[in-house]
Structure formats: structure tokens, C-alpha cells
């Protein structure tokens, strides 16, 4: 797939960050090339609209990676677009969860009427690891009455197992093993 291996092409990889024995995938270099932006959103999009999954009402993008193309994959598929905020940035009555993070817990929120009773969704972000942040994403929506259909990932970490704890089938454009 020529457009996997110019997506793969634009990641840098960053020894050592965010702490020692952790090889970081960059994704920031992909968007100083609008074509390498245009082919990670083509294939998301070819891949959602022909795989066989429900018409999609809801993109849900998480804290803040998942804001990159969260809404423009919205726009192309007709469907609206939910942020999910770290606790206290969101305005309005929201939703909230909080989950166990590698060192201590965190917490997310949705406003209440972003995702309605009985949408699809798709969790978008750029990357999972051990699953946590999707998952409580996918519990946001739960609680508003959505049903989340897929969750794709620019990167997947497949050594973490991240997938595994998520309750809807998962789509990555990359897969790491390390």
C-alpha cells in the first residue's frame, strides 16, 4: 500500500521521550506535507466507508491529537464532530470519566449533548497504547447514549495490547511493535 508507506515516510521517531526506553512516533513532521495529510485522510475515509460499518453520526476526537483530523474526517463523512477535553475545559454541563493512567489517573469530558441517544460513533485519536484514554472515551459516549462502532488510530502500539480492553473493534493505519 503506496499510501501507508508515504504516511509511515513522515513520522520521526524520537529516542528516548517522553522518558529513556521509549521510542516516540512523531507524527507533526506528516503535516508540514499537505499531500501526506490528504493520503492519512483518504485512507481513513476509504477505510470507514467500506468496511461495512453503519453510517457514522459522530466523530469523537480525543485531547488534542485526535482534533487534527477529527473534524475534517467528520466534514467528509457528513457527520458532526465531539471533542473529548481533559476535566474543566469544556464549557456548558458535560459528561465525565476517569481512568487509570500509567502513573495515577486522569479524567475526560463531553459535553452532554454532543454525542445523542442512538448515534454512531467512531473514537478518533493518533495513537493507542495501553487503551485507557479510548476506552474512556468510548464510556463518554456510553453515557450519552451513543454506541461507538469503531475506534481508529493513526498509530498503533501493539506490543501494550491497547486494543484488547476496548469494547468495538479497532482500526489502525500503523502498527508498532515496539
Known amino acids: 500500500m503506496a499510501d501507508v508507506a508515504l504516511i509511515k515516510s513522515k513520522l520521526r521517531a524520537i529516542p528516548d521521550f517522553p522518558k529513556k526506553g521509549i521510542l516516540f512516533q ?12 490528504e493520503t492519512l485522510v483518504t485512507h481513513i475515509l476509504h477505510h470507514l466507508t467500506s468496511s461495512g460499518l453503519p453510517k457514522i453520526d459522530v466523530v469523537v476526537g ?3 491529537r485526535g482534533f487534527l483530523l477529527g473534524p475534517l474526517i467528520a466534514l467528509r463523512l457528513g457527520a458532526a464532530f465531539a471533542p473529548v477535553r481533559k ?17 495515577g489517573s486522569d479524567s475526560f469530558e463531553m459535553q452532554v449533548d454532543a454525542v445523542k441517544a442512538g448515534q454512531n460513533v467512531i473514537v478518533l485519536d493518533d495513537l493507542i497504547a495501553t487503551g485507557g ?3 474512556a472515551a468510548g464510556q463518554l459516549v456510553a453515557k450519552n447514549g451513543g454506541k461507538v462502532v469503531e475506534y481508529v488510530f493513526f498509530i498503533e502500539l501493539t506490543a501494550l495490547k491497547g486494543a484488547a480492553v ?4 479497532v482500526y489502525s493505519v500503523l502498527k508498532f511493535d515496539d
Open 26 to 37: 512523531d507524527i507533526f513532521p506528516l503535516f508540514q506535507d499537505p499531500l501526506a495529510v
Open 62 to 64: 480525543l485531547d488534542a
Open 87 to 103: 476535566a474543566g475545559k469544556l464549557p456548558g454541563s458535560t459528561t465525565k470519566v476517569t481512568y487509570e493512567k500509567e502513573y
Open 133 to 135: 484514554s479510548a476506552k
Open 166 to 169: 476496548l469494547d468495538a473493534p
